[in-house]
T-cell receptor, first 112, second 118 residues
Framework: KAGVTQTPRYLIKTRGQQVTLSCSPI?????VSWYQQTPGQGLQFLFE???????NKGNFPGRFSGRQFSNSRSEMNVSTLELGDSALYLC???????????FGPGTRLTVT | AQTVTQSQPEMSVQEAETVTLSCTYD???????LFWYKQPPSRQMILVIR??????QNATENRFSVNFQKAAKSFSLKISDSQLGDAAMYFC???????????????FGKGTHLIIQP
């Protein structure tokens, strides 16, 4: 099976702009989660989706949002970008009956 | 809220030797899952091993094994016959097993940077 794919792999944006990141899960995986990884805060959970509904959400401001489509693909959006949003954004998928998550290669977002 | 602590920011081991990475966690839940993930310089997070809290038997995957001490809330990873390809950041992670997986998804430790000396 193909692994989790994320696009784009690298992105440079300016403060105040918005950005959309995309994630395609492993075939058959209906749950998609998003994580932010920074040197200072480490890995932090953003949100999880399955059945096109946000199920769980981490402690992030409302500027961070996401959605899931009927084919389980997911997008996350960050509006009004701040310098502190510069990070590696990781997407992970899992089968609903299992808890282990499989990660994509990440999207490196740089905000200038 | 659950917390995961990895007290060793960096570890170094000679190739072919054995190394143990430490992880402790704090939770009030009785049912949960624990994981070790590896993140090489490519930044791709790779699942190394998983442990269900209700299972007393320690998980093993080839050269990787865990020592799960539920009462002590300890979950260490042992890597036997270390290889150069094992060099990476290793993250310990916790996930609640309650319905919906809990509010926090995976909770990660800060990581241990493992160096393999040839």
């Amino acid at each position: 099976k193909a692994g989790v794919t994320q696009t784009p792999r690298y992105l440079i944006k300016t403060r105040g702009q918005q950005v959309t990141l995309s994630c395609s899960p492993i075939s058959g995986h209906r749950s998609v989660s998003w994580y932010q990884q920074t040197p200072g805060q480490g890995l932090q959970f953003l949100f999880e989706y399955f059945s096109e509904t946000q199920r769980n959400k981490g402690n992030f401001p409302g500027r961070f949002s996401g959605r899931q489509f009927s084919n389980s693909r997911s997008e996350m959006n960050v509006s009004t970008l701040e310098l502190g949003d510069s990070a590696l954004y990781l997407c992970a998928s899992r089968e609903l009956r299992h808890y282990e998550q499989y990660f994509g290669p990440g999207t490196r977002l740089t905000v200038t | 809220a659950q917390t995961v602590t990895q007290s060793q920011p960096e570890m170094s081991v000679q190739e072919a030797e054995t190394v143990t990475l430490s992880c402790t966690y704090d939770t009030s839940e009785s049912d949960y899952y624990l994981f070790w993930y590896k993140q090489p310089p490519s930044r791709q997070m790779i699942l190394v091993i998983r442990q269900e809290a209700y299972k007393q038997q320690n998980a093993t995957e080839n050269r990787f094994s865990v020592n799960f001490q539920k009462a002590a809330k300890s979950f260490s990873l042992k890597i036997s016959d270390s290889q150069l390809g094992d060099a990476a950041m290793y993250f310990c992670a916790y996930r609640s097993a309650d319905s919906g997986g809990g509010a926090d998804g995976l909770t990660f430790g800060k990581g241990t940077h493992l160096i393999i000396q040839p």
